[in-house]
């Protein structure tokens, strides 16, 4: 069941990044160690939210849950789709796993 308020998905333990504010992602990943008790979650964005990803990652293990969570591994990829004018499309992908210590 993805969260409509944070774009997370609770049954896997993945955020997806997108346009809400920052520390809506970043609260997500903490309660998924804290309240949820995840082993791992997973962070995942495309194209411009790339960036995001990489400091929402940061700030949820070196501030909010420093000592208690790591960065596992970060995957990159690329996808391509078929955009609104019908032209193929290819966009960076990132996925970081963060895991509990």
């Not at 903490?30 to 400091?55: C, H, L, N, P, W």
Request: overall charge neutral; proline content about 1%; cysteine-free.
């Amino acid at each position: 069941m993805i969260d409509k308020t944070t774009d997370y998905d609770s049954k896997d333990h993945v955020v997806f990044i997108g346009d809400k504010p920052f520390m809506n992602y970043v609260t997500g990943v903490i309660m998924q160690f804290t309240t949820q008790k995840a082993e791992t979650s997973t962070i995942k964005a495309r194209g411009k939210f790339i960036s995001k990803a990489v400091d929402i990652a940061e700030v949820a293990a070196k501030r909010f849950l420093e000592g208690q969570i790591e960065v596992s591994t970060i995957s990159i990829d690329s996808e391509g789709f078929k955009n609104t004018e019908g032209k193929d499309v290819r966009v960076s992908t990132i996925e970081i796993v963060l895991k509990k210590l």
